[in-house]
């Protein structure tokens, strides 16, 4: 997946003026709006980069009202692959290589003075600062690159505006720092974009706003995934736009590790960034960026294994969570705890992509109790409305909508009272608080004007029928009840 504006000119704003930026005022669930220049070359929307500082802030007044959109011209789902890697260690999504090679082409297409490749080469690139932790991965993207493109010769290299090996050291530095991944409307990692204006927003731990891909474009031939930033909370004037650059559920030390090797973070800024009190511990799962980092070898412990065979041998990675999330949480791991969310998660998801078609009534009541858990986990981590937190409730109360296959009737109330999932009505009706719950989530994190983006669609969708099925259900019990003779008292 690849993306690029055709042009991205952020311009320090001499028309506007920091005045301007002032009245901008956000809400969360606002869809933060770009209107290409190309498809509408006087769009008074921007993002407006401070002159002063590299940072992002809103343009104008405008933009309280309408919202920025983020389309990807040139977008194109791409399933991941590692095929280009030399060692399944350093699996590296071929489509990575795919969109620096497309980064290329329209680059040599375009020229090196063209607004395009200009603000390409805008986009921050550490070659001079490269940690030595990282050369694996920049030598081995230079060899693929170099490979994908066929070029044998420095001549051949010069028709890309690239004059020495240090400017392919470059490219690939601003593509590792500057790159995000394409997702889904439920968030499955499907590709890599490149978008120099949502480039230029900082990281933090606890981002006001998320990169997510709601909906796909209108047109049908396309059906490009479209990129948008989304509000997450009120964000005044003067504040920065901050989206999370790492998928953790990690450790701070994790984390702090994660950013420095792939984005370069130096202490002082980063400490920053990773010392901030805040009410939450300081988990920010929804990556857009590290799409390429995540391809480095781990030490395989149980949880790092279980992981790394997820989509290799998913009976294995099944088996190895189930087993290890009960030995983590009788040790007295909190569902939000590293490593017991992330494995829980993934349980879940594997629970749910085996379940047998139609479920049996276990396999149903497994997946629910999984979901149950990764919810609970992300909810004490995670912030209202975040966008992973709306579409892990959304499953759950989907898989709760689900009509039982074999109910199972407690023995007495105490065990009913009990009894998780519930069953019967009590759990038509918990599907429905859930999926209502979802829905609120998902509007913040996918956008009001997306209506929460497809789940969030989906989700009402399902929340009607529900409302029908338990309006018929209680209108069933109504009718019996008036049915039955009531006790005649006793004549005296
Ligand atoms: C995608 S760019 C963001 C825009 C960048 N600041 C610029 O001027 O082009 C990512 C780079 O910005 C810097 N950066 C972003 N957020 C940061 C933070 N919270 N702490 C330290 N450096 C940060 C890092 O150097 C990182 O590699």
């Known amino acids: 997946m690849y993306s690029l504006p055709p042009t991205i000119d952020v311009r320090a704003s001499t028309d506007t003026g920091r005045g301007l930026w002032s009245r901008a005022r956000y809400k969360a669930g606002d869809v933060l709006r770009v209107l290409l220049e190309l498809l509408w070359p006087s769009s008074p929307w921007r993002l407006k980069r401070c002159p002063a500082c590299r940072v992002v802030r809103y343009c104008n007044s405008q933009c309280q009202n309408k919202d920025w959109l983020f389309t990807n011209a040139n977008a194109r789902p791409f399933k991941t692959g590692r095929k280009a890697a030399p060692s399944p260690d350093l699996g590296l999504p071929s489509d990575a290589v795919r969109c620096l090679g497309r980064l290329m082409w329209i680059r040599q297409k375009k020229g090196p003075d063209s607004t395009w490749t200009k603000a390409i080469d805008a986009m921050q690139s550490h070659r001079a600062s490269l940690q030595s932790s990282s050369y694996e991965l920049h030598t081995h993207l230079s060899h693929a690159l170099v490979r994908y493109l066929g070029v044998s010769s420095p001549e051949q290299l010069s028709e890309f505006g690239f004059n020495s090996a240090r400017d392919v050291v470059d490219i690939i530095s601003r593509f590792i720092t500057n790159s995000f991944a394409v997702t889904t409307p439920t968030l499955a990692p499907i590709g890599v974009s490149v978008s120099p204006v949502v480039a230029l927003i900082n990281h933090s731990c606890e981002p006001n706003a998320v990169v997510v891909f709601p909906r796909t474009s209108e047109t049908p031939s396309t059906k490009e995934p479209l990129m948008q930033v989304i509000a997450l909370r009120h964000i005044g004037a003067d504040e920065q736009l901050l989206t999370s650059y790492v998928d ?186 859930t999926l209502l719950s979802a829905r609120n989530e998902l509007l913040v994190g996918f956008g009001t004007k997306n209506d929460g983006g497809q789940v969030g669609k989906d989700v009402r969708e399902s929340i009607v029928a529900l409302e029908k099925e338990l309006g018929v259900w209680k209108h069933g019990v109504k009718n019996v009840l008036e049915d039955t003779p009531r006790d005649v008292p006793p004549k005296s």
């Open 248 to 433: 953790t559920t990690l450790p701070k030390d994790l984390r702090q590790k994660s950013l420095k090797e792939t984005y370069n973070f130096g202490l002082p800024f980063a400490s920053y960034a990773l010392t901030l009190q805040s009410s939450i511990p300081r988990i920010c799962l929804l990556s857009q960026k590290r799409v390429v980092g995540h391809a480095r070898s781990h030490k395989k412990k149980p949880s790092d294994k279980a992981t790394a065979l997820q989509f290799k041998d998913s009976a294995i990675s099944k088996r190895l969570t189930t087993n290890l999330i009960p030995i983590l949480t009788s040790s007295g791991l909190t569902p939000s705890s590293h490593p017991l969310l992330a494995l829980t998660r993934l349980h879940q998801s594997l629970l749910i992509d085996s379940l047998p078609s139609p479920p049996t009534q276990n396999s149903l009541e497994d997946a629910i109790r999984a979901t149950t858990r990764s919810s609970t986990g992300l909810s004490s981590v995670l912030h209202h409305g975040h966008p992973v937190r709306g579409i892990t409730l959304a499953e759950l109360g989907k898989l709760l909508a689900v009509d039982e296959p074999s109910p199972h009737q407690p023995s007495n109330p105490a065990e009913a009272a009990l009894m998780y999932p519930p069953s019967g009505p009590k759990r038509l009706k918990l599907a429905l608080d």
